[in-house]
């Protein structure tokens, strides 16, 4: 293979395929076509003399040989971007440019709109993407470009990334105001005795915030019985208000639910953890002005919150 027949966008393509391993979200992630992914796919292929991804009865799978190229080329990339970064001051004021940001939905729902708020006033010529990532690929997200900034409740740091605390939340219980047996407190009975709506978001049905009320419940040797599984935890409190269902969610969401959605905030009947919300970005962002900008905004926003709530 000669490697003048590859370029940086053929190479990101590839990384791309191989932290997928799928064609069509490959494609999505680069900005392309399926077919046009294919065709990328075909061209990797026989630059590389090597199948890269192949098909087993659970999808597709990358080869040994991609797996390790991947990784190459990611460190090279990496290389070649902070290269190209750009060292001077920031002018917020007149910066024409859109950031990508992934940020769980109960963080977006706290965070981001006081985020763009705060970019509307300061610096209006600046966009916000959002989307919700899938928390088992976030470090691939970051590593590849696909989102510049990371919100989250993760309660490990994926390894290679800078982390930065920006709220530290409560859980608490939401019930109907008129629910059956439930008023103003809960015992461990109940809690057990009534359903829960359970956030089960992402291809595999989970959410860090329900495995840390597991794990709370586990430690008192108990478990609860979940009712109806929803993809948004912001659809909880809608499902919570019109049943004898209960939910668990971080005390900034039930606050906001308990004037809106006809629900009691209650504390938990067994100890749990605090939910710490941090953001994650990657090493070739770090020293990045712009960045760096952005990050220090979304430190003021939440250092607001805090005083506020």
Request: contains cysteine; glycine residues 4%.
């Amino acid at each position: 293979m000669e490697p003048r027949h590859l370029d940086i966008f053929l190479l990101r393509c590839l990384t791309a395929l191989v932290s997928e391993a799928h064609v069509t979200r490959a494609a999505l992630r680069m900005g392309m076509t399926q077919p046009a992914m294919s065709a990328t796919l075909a061209r990797l292929r026989g630059l590389f003399n090597d199948p890269l991804l192949v098909r087993t009865e659970k999808g597709m799978v990358p080869t040994e040989r991609a797996v390790a190229l991947a990784e190459s080329i990611r460190q090279g990339i990496a290389l070649i971007d902070h290269a190209l970064v750009r060292q001077d001051e920031f002018d917020a004021a007149h910066a024409d440019m859109r950031f990508d940001v992934a940020a769980t939905e109960s963080v977006g729902f706290v965070l981001i709109p006081a985020l763009i708020a705060r970019l509307r006033a300061v610096a209006p010529g600046i966009r916000l993407r959002t989307h919700v990532p899938e928390l088992t690929r976030s470090s691939h997200e970051l590593e590849e470009g696909y989102a510049d900034l990371l919100i989250s409740f993760m309660r490990s740091v994926p390894e290679g990334l800078h982390v930065s605390l920006l709220l530290r939340q409560k859980l608490a219980v939401i019930a109907a105001r008129r629910h059956p047996e439930v008023r103003g407190a809960i015992d461990l009975a109940q809690y057990i005795r009534w359903p829960h709506v359970y956030y089960a978001r992402g291809r595999d049905g989970s959410a860090t915030l329900e495995a840390t009320v597991d794990e709370a419940l586990a430690a008192a040797g108990r478990t609860r019985r979940i009712g109806a599984w929803q993809p948004s935890i912001l659809s909880s409190a809608a499902v919570v208000a019109a049943s004898d269902m209960l939910a668990t969610v971080p005390e900034y969401l039930a606050r906001h639910f308990e004037a809106t959605s006809g629900v009691q905030v209650l504390a938990p009947p067994v100890p749990m953890p605090d939910v710490d919300i941090a953001m994650y970005w990657h090493d070739r962002m770090h020293k990045e002005p712009a960045h760096r900008w952005l990050r220090d905004a979304l430190r003021d926003v939440a250092a607001r919150l805090r005083v506020d709530g």
